[in-house]
């Protein structure tokens, strides 16, 4: 089974461009989560899908951040204007369908993003 | 607000020594409680989870750890280091609520073994 993919591995960009990442849960997953490690601090949710509805996005920085999971499969987060604070490291995961309150999250290999 | 803090930034072991890495989160209610570990160019994976019931939890490779309520604790655990569980370690704790669960996270120990 595949796990949950992330592109790209790494985007350099500068101050004020655009930048779209993309992640693609495991076959199934309704729950989708985007999580944000800024250099030398903790990984920090960001928000929370399930299917295409956003469920919880109280942790979005601001609103240059926007993401989208248009059918419910793969997700993009769209930084635009990218600002210096935004580099770290962007996880993506996302866990079973439904109700259950136990379940796991898989994560994906994470989109490292330097802006310069 | 949730925290969850990890008592070491780095810690540095020769191999067959003993690990015990710290973990503590500020929530009183009901708690998930995860360890998941980055090796160097993977992605976290899970090591071990609690939920409910025992609160020594066996994991992959090795590890343990033990819930203590009382503590407000869930330290990570293993009795003899290899060289290839140098990692970055993250405690992990979650409040169940309707739809899925949001980690809260501590900001990681890096673990060094010496060969």
């Known amino acids: 089974e595949a796990g949950v993919t992330q592109f790209p591995s790494h985007s350099v960009i500068e101050k004020g461009q655009t930048v779209t990442l993309r992640c693609d849960p495991i076959s199934g997953h309704d729950n989708l989560y985007w999580y944000r490690r800024v250099m030398g601090k903790e990984i920090k949710f960001l928000l929370h899908f399930v299917k295409e509805s956003k469920q919880d996005e109280s942790g979005m920085p601001n609103n240059r951040f926007l993401a989208e999971r248009t059918g419910g499969t793969y997700s993009t987060l769209k930084v635009q204007p990218a600002e210096l604070e935004d580099s770290g490291v962007y996880f993506c995961?996302?866990?079973?369908?439904?109700?259950?309150?136990?379940?796991?999250?898989?994560f994906g290999p994470g989109t490292r993003l330097t802006v310069l | 607000a949730q925290s969850v803090s990890q008592h070491n930034h780095h810690v540095i072991l020769s191999e067959a020594a003993s690990l015990e890495l710290g973990c503590n989160y500020s929530?009183?209610?009901?708690?998930?409680l995860f360890w998941y570990v980055q090796y160097p160019g993977q992605h976290l994976q899970l090591l071990l989870k609690?939920?409910?019931?025992?609160?020594l939890v066996k994991g992959i490779k090795g590890f343990e750890a033990e819930f203590i309520k009382s503590k407000f604790s869930f330290n990570l655990r293993k009795p003899s280091v290899q060289w290839s569980d140098t990692a970055e370690y993250f405690c992990?704790?979650?409040?169940?609520?309707?739809?899925?669960?949001?980690?809260?996270f501590g900001p990681g120990t890096r673990l060094s073994v010496l060969p």
């Open positions: 929530y009183g209610g009901t708690v998930n």
């Open positions: 992990a704790v979650t409040r169940p609520h309707n739809y899925g669960q949001n980690f809260v």
């Open positions: 995961a996302s866990s079973q369908p439904g109700l259950a309150l136990t379940d796991t999250q898989y």
């Open positions: 609690y939920f409910s019931g025992d609160p």
